[in-house]
């Protein structure tokens, strides 16, 4: 799958955000969660790379089943102004 320069910095974008999950993102840009970490790692220098990897491994928020919290869903106050956002539209 091929993405361009917006769709790969949204992309960092949403793997940066604590409460944004690996599966938001697969349903976005159909991406998983490894390819989601290969190009985080493509696109990133290595010292930024591994301060992500050591924040997201294990991350109940990252991962829709380990998530505690049932009802709602947080949503940034930069939210609105992202555009080509599906989730927020759903």
């Not at 969660?33 to 220098?45: A, H």
């Not at 049932?70 to 992202?82: A, D, M, P, V, W």
Request: with cysteine; aromatic share 8%.
């Amino acid at each position: 799958m091929s993405l361009s320069a917006e769709q790969i910095d949204r992309v960092i974008e949403m793997a940066w955000e604590d409460r944004t999950t690996f599966d938001a993102i697969k349903f976005q840009f159909g991406l998983k969660e490894q390819q989601v970490i290969e190009l985080m790692r493509k696109e990133m220098k290595l010292s930024s790379f591994k301060l992500w990897r050591k924040r997201v491994q294990g991350r109940q928020t990252k991962h829709e089943k380990l998530r505690i919290f049932e009802k709602g869903r947080f949503k940034c106050s930069r939210q609105k102004q992202i555009t080509h956002n599906k989730i927020s539209k759903r």
